[in-house]
T-cell receptor, first 113, second 114 residues
């Protein structure tokens, strides 16, 4: 079946540190991959996406590259800010958007000044 | 656009009571999803609709849960009777079209059952 595994949190970093949140997936066919972010007290919102192998999604300084050979979609940011504190969800869409997204369990990031 | 609207934002009720959560999707969106989020289980898909028709309700935990979408602009999730283990944040999300991926989430309803 389709599933997403992401590193367990919480992750605590100092401001300006480098961030990596690991995400690996299992899927049939060629899924599209996503990172969603949930800020405190809010719903999830799309952060970035990649729809085919070797694509790089990027937004707000965050990046993730679709690696088919390692079935991974790790989230990175070179210099985190306090405002990046949130829960990050990796997700996949098994096909062309006809079925619901499959979410990982989420990773809580806390950035301290 | 106002985004996905959920009400109430917070609900506290006693075990055994009926609870109704409400959602207004973004205008024009034809898919609607209900999720439940807890610390233990993470984000779970409960049910989703396409053009007001329930497509997959396999995530609904048990018969105490029911969901309806009487028209394109309104959906309800009802729990009757409620139990303490139903305490969670319930999210509604919507999207437009078969070939699109981005789901737009509402702010959630935090339900506490005592």
């Amino acid at each position: 079946g389709n599933s997403v595994t992401q590193m367990e949190g919480p992750v605590t970093l100092s401001e300006e540190a480098f961030l990596t949140i690991n995400c690996t997936y299992t899927a049939t066919g060629y899924p599209s991959l996503f990172w969603y972010v949930q800020y405190p007290g809010e719903g999830l919102q799309l952060l970035l996406k990649a729809t085919k192998a070797d694509d790089k999604g990027s937004n707000k300084g965050f990046e993730a590259t679709y690696r088919k050979e390692t079935t991974s979609f790790h989230l990175e940011k070179g210099s985190v800010q306090v405002s990046d504190s949130a829960v990050y969800f990796c997700a996949l869409s098994p096909n062309s958007g006809n079925t619901p997204l499959v979410f990982g369990k989420g990773t809580r990031l806390s950035v301290i000044a | 656009d106002a985004g996905v609207i959920q009400s109430p934002r917070h609900e506290v009720t006693e075990m055994g009571q009926e609870v109704t959560l409400r959602c207004k999707p973004i205008s024009g969106h034809d898919y609607l999803f209900w999720y439940r989020q807890t610390m233990m289980r993470g984000l779970e898909l409960l049910i989703y609709f396409n053009n007001n028709v329930p497509i997959d309700d396999s995530g609904m935990p048990e018969d105490r849960f029911s969901a309806k979408m009487p028209n394109a602009s309104f959906s309800t999730l009802k729990i009757q009777p409620s139990e303490p283990r139903d305490s969670a944040v319930y999210f509604c999300a919507s999207k437009f079209g078969q070939g699109t991926y981005e789901q737009y989430f509402g702010p959630g309803t935090r339900l506490t059952v005592t």
